[in-house]
């Protein structure tokens, strides 16, 4: 059976090689099913129960685990320079320059913008009505 010490060297070796914080999960999870087919192993008697095993691979996954790269918000500038490299010859290059458009000056989501059809846009003389039939802050 794994011992917990032979584990926690091996889980530091594989932090130090710069492994996956999921390879640190897969070989805990792999050396603790081995270990439940040596006889006499119960969760309650297993060695790789041991907080000091437990903490060295909460200590690996932490120094492994990197940060999430959020985007960048749409600006205003950003719409502009759309808008001006739109072909506007094109339906097709008008339509996809519309999407950003009236989600940013609407504060739309995609799955609202998506939902939208023509019916529920209604011109006016001076401007536009925008029926959107769901919305997620509803």
């Known amino acids: 059976p794994f011992q917990s010490l032979d584990l926690a060297k091996y889980i530091i070796f594989l932090k130090n090689s710069g492994a996956s914080k999921s390879a640190i999960t897969v070989i805990n999870t792999a050396a603790k099913w081995l270990n439940a087919f040596f ?60 999407v950003p458009v009236l989600c940013y000056s609407l504060l739309l989501r995609y799955n609202e913008l998506s939902h939208l059809s023509c019916s529920q846009i209604v011109a006016h003389s001076d401007h536009f009505r925008f029926n959107i039939p769901f919305a997620k802050n509803d």
Not at 63 to 84: E, N, W, Y
């Open 39 to 98: 006889p006499g192993i119960t969760k309650y008697n297993d060695a790789l129960n041991d907080e000091f095993l437990q903490r060295i691979i909460c200590s690996a996954q932490r120094a492994l685990s990197r940060p999430k790269v959020r985007k960048a918000p749409l600006t205003g500038d950003l719409i502009q320079d759309i808008v001006k490299e739109c072909d506007k010859s094109s339906l097709k290059s008008l339509r996809d320059t519309l």
